[in-house]
């Protein structure tokens, strides 16, 4: 198929001398004005611009300015043609973007070559855009395969740490998916909104699954131990916490995404602090305490309390979970969030009782 070249200029001779000259090799659209070249351009996208510069009401200069400041028309090259050689002229023309230009009149084998040239440029140009934006495409697709692997391989490594002491499995995903839908839930009503961006829950969700890695370095005598803790058993249990972070800080810290890693830290060694301050590892306060690991503690306890456990029975009906973690409102718990938690019980029941 034929490339099309718009002709822009008020003198009918240079029209068909134009026409003429590049006819035989490409299709060739012819616009009087600057005007009428670009009512002609809100609806069709030549190949190539010729452009005159000397034309009433609208020179080529203006004309050129307003193609440059659309969009739709910006990349299309574009001559100049011009019946002087002044040096000011050609520099013009290259500061408004042209690609070349012509001297009029015509000397027929230097206006198909630079034609010719400037459109095979432009080709070019095209081809190398579409390589790129293929490759940014892969990379940006490659990025989130990988990152779909990770995810995969945190969940698993999370559940076969946690399927040690006995729990049902579901631990790690339901309380993710609880961090999520709490989190949600307070942005949505307004709260937190300076933390709770939409990348600050996303890293809150993926950071979820690996608050309780560190328990991988409790005994199994003390994770499956189907009764009470002893004071010395407890002071062990509670050192998960503090192994977590390490093991956090081992697996991920080299990651550049500091953010991430931050928040990571905090959900594993703040997720059993209380907003009285007689939590642990470091019995932080209100909010001293990350909103990370606020959330998560709700979440935490939420799930222990619902899911089966190898030293007690599952609670039930929800009802009566919400009111024991209702109980933990300004001392275990952030009263902002387990107030909102517990308005969302119907959107929980309807979740899990499905
Ligand atoms: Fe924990």
Redesign the pocket.
């Known amino acids: 198929m034929k490339n099309v070249i718009l002709v822009v200029d008020d003198d009918k001779t240079n029209l068909s001398l134009a026409q003429r000259i590049l006819g035989p090799q490409y299709r060739i659209a012819a616009c009087n004005s600057g005007a009428a070249a670009l009512t002609y351009l809100e609806t069709h996208r030549p190949d190539l611009i010729l452009l005159d510069i000397n034309m009433p009401e609208m020179n080529g200069f203006e004309v050129m300015q307003k193609l440059r400041s659309n969009i739709q028309t910006e990349l299309i090259p574009v001559i100049f043609l011009t019946a002087d050689n002044l040096a000011e002229t050609e520099i013009k023309c290259f500061q408004l973007g042209a690609m070349d230009f012509v001297t009029k009149p015509f000397v027929p084998d230097i206006l198909l070559s630079r034609v010719s040239k400037t459109i095979e440029l432009d080709q070019y140009r095209h081809h190398l855009e579409e390589m790129v934006n293929t490759q940014a495409q892969k990379i940006t697709e490659d990025a989130m395969r990988l990152g779909r692997i990770q995810d995969s391989v945190i969940i698993g490594m999370a559940n076969l740490i946690e399927s040690r002491d006995g729990s049902t499995g579901k631990h790690v995903k339901n309380t993710q998916t609880y961090v999520g839908m709490i989190a949600n839930e307070l942005l949505s009503r307004g709260y937190f909104k300076d933390e709770l961006t939409s990348s600050y829950i996303e890293d809150l969700c993926k950071a979820a699954p690996l608050?309780?890695v560190g328990?991988i370095k409790i005994p199994d005598a003390i994770l499956q131990k189907p009764g009470k803790l002893t004071t010395e058993e407890f002071e062990t249990m509670k050192l998960?916490?503090t192994h977590?972070r390490k093991i956090i800080q081992t697996i991920i810290g080299d990651i550049e995404d500091e953010h991430y890693v931050r928040l990571v830290e905090d959900i594993a060694l703040y997720?059993?602090e209380r907003w009285d301050g007689t939590g642990y590892p470091a019995g932080l306060t209100e909010d001293n305490i990350p909103l990370s690991a606020r959330i998560m503690a709700v979440a935490?306890v939420f799930d222990a309390l619902y899911e089966e456990r190898c030293y007690k029975p599952p609670v039930r009906p929800i009802e009566r979970i919400m009111q024991i973690m209702s109980e933990g409102r300004g001392t275990q718990f952030d009263p902002v969030i387990i107030d909102v938690f517990v308005d969302m019980l119907p959107q929980l029941k309807n979740m899990l009782e499905k």
């Open positions: 608050h309780d328990k998960h916490t977590s997720h059993h935490d």
